[in-house]
């Protein structure tokens, strides 16, 4: 399919607003999606794109996400709505829910296979945080965050760190 | 070695000496990557920004790659030497437009123009390598070691399952974007090259104009890089380029051969045509130049034009570029007078 905006480039980008019971479709290649959308088409911006897709195929509910927010960055999930950028690293594990499906979407996998950090590197400020974290969502009883920052607490303290020279 | 010592010399990447350097005018690959404890540059505060390029600047002194390079801040350059980095490939344009001093933007050149590193562009570091021709190789080595060295010293925003965390979800994983600058006249005068790009684009590459994202093909430069950056190591999307980038040279010189032996007289016409333009003209825009010394260089590459080297040739498109004629004739100069300096500089170089 091609590009709605400059008909040239295979359109990778799919979008429906709906607007008083009304579907509106929007396919555009990645390029248009960046750069033009922005202009041409007021509230298709990349970070509605985005977030379009962020929506696509995540279970959480509209809620529980609005109420996310990044303890280190402060950044919001309404904020990353807004303007389609994370604020931080530690962002990528607040909105991990969220962002799970967009990645897939536009990567086609989930899954890091490349280069790692040189060995030493795992981050003791980022451990203790994260425990800080597991404790707190143990205490307001948020149990489903609780397992997924325990998962990630074992995988970041058991992962052999390779060091590695390209 | 100062941004005016740049005007003299030519960049590593522009020399035309590289593998199929006659198609591939040149390789790139970037690294993008954020440290670990500041926000990401459009949402940390203007003293977190400032941190970011003070420990850069740290980390550049003690290294043994880096050592010597040029440190600038693009909040103290002028408009026109902004211009003038783009023009070169070392900045981008969004990093030069926003340069102000509150943006805390930076950028490192090392030695030849191999190496350059965007300070608070999209994400705290942009790192670059350059190499001449199709060389994605060499650039991965140079990269690698560069990389390795900075790893060692700076501490950066990683998570095993989605790898190096970029500001921008769709450059996560490996952070890396790897581009070859293809110049393919002739998919262009056969009228295939829809067909050429269409394919790749299906098969994970992007295809882009000389200057970037939404760039058009000014003088049939065709920028292809690769799409995905997570789920995918390093060396398989170098692997997946280079295999898809062969094809389309091999494409590109069917093309040649064909045209050669089907309408010689008529290609060699253009070719002359476009090279009697430049060697005449007393006012010449931009775009003409690069779409005349586009069938210049085709012309040097199939040993039409004997006299000429391809290196000359590829510098020339830098060198009548605006800002680089400007630093040149040392002032600002109007469009017009722009027009006027480039035939002038092209009627003495060719
Ligand atoms: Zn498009
Ligand atoms: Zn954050």
Known sequence: MRCDLCNEREATVHLTEMIDDQSRELHLCEPCAREKAPKGLQGFGLAELLAGLADFGSKMGEETKAKLVCPRCKMTYEDFRKTGRLGCGQCYETFHRALAPLLKRIHGSGEHVGKEPAAGKVPAEELSQLKEQLKKSVAEEAFEEAARLRDRIRALEVKPKRARKI | ?350
């Open chain 2, 1 to 350: 070695m100062t941004l005016n010592d740049l005007t003299r010399e030519t960049g590593e990447w522009l020399r035309g000496k590289g593998p199929k350097g006659e198609i591939v005018m040149s390789s790139r690959i970037r690294l993008a990557r954020n440290l670990d404890d500041l926000p990401f540059p459009h949402w940390a505060k203007p003293v977190q920004r400032a941190q970011v390029l003070a420990r850069v600047q740290d980390m550049i002194k003690v290294s043994k790659f880096l050592k010597g390079s040029m440190f600038l801040k693009i909040g103290e350059l002028s408009e026109l030497d902004r211009l003038f980095l783009v023009e070169r490939h070392l900045i981008s344009r969004e990093h030069a437009v926003e340069g102000t001093e509150s943006n805390q933007k930076g950028v490192v050149i090392s030695d030849l123009e191999i190496i350059s590193i965007m300070i608070n562009e999209e994400d705290h570091l942009r790192v670059q390598v350059m190499q001449s021709g199709f060389n994605l190789q060499e650039a991965w080595r140079v990269l690698g070691q560069v990389n390795a060295e900075m790893e060692e010293k700076l501490a950066y925003a990683f998570l095993p399952e989605w790898g190096y965390l970029t500001a921008c979800p769709t450059n996560v994983g490996t952070g890396m974007r790897a581009s070859c600058m293809l110049h393919l006249p002739c998919l262009v005068i056969t009228k295939q090259i829809d067909r050429v790009l269409h394919a790749i684009t299906k098969l994970g590459l992007t295809a882009r104009g000389l200057y970037g994202e939404g760039t058009e093909a000014l003088g049939n430069f065709f920028q292809l890089s690769n799409q995905v950056s997570l789920g995918i190591s390093e060396e398989e999307i170098l692997d997946n380029m280079e295999r898809l980038i062969r094809q389309v040279i091999e494409q590109e010189e069917a093309a040649r051969t064909a045209l050669l032996n089907q309408s010689r007289n008529s290609l060699e016409d253009r070719i002359w045509r476009a090279y009697g333009t430049l060697r005449s003209a007393h006012l010449i825009t931009s775009n003409e130049t690069i779409e005349m010394l586009s069938l210049v260089r085709l012309g040097v590459d199939l040993g039409l034009i004997a006299t000429l080297e391809q290196g000359k040739v590829n510098q020339l498109f830098i060198q009548t570029q605006p800002a680089h004629l400007q630093k040149l004739e040392g002032r600002p100069l109007t469009p017009s007078e722009r027009d006027a300096r480039r035939a002038k500089l092209l009627r003495e170089s060719l």
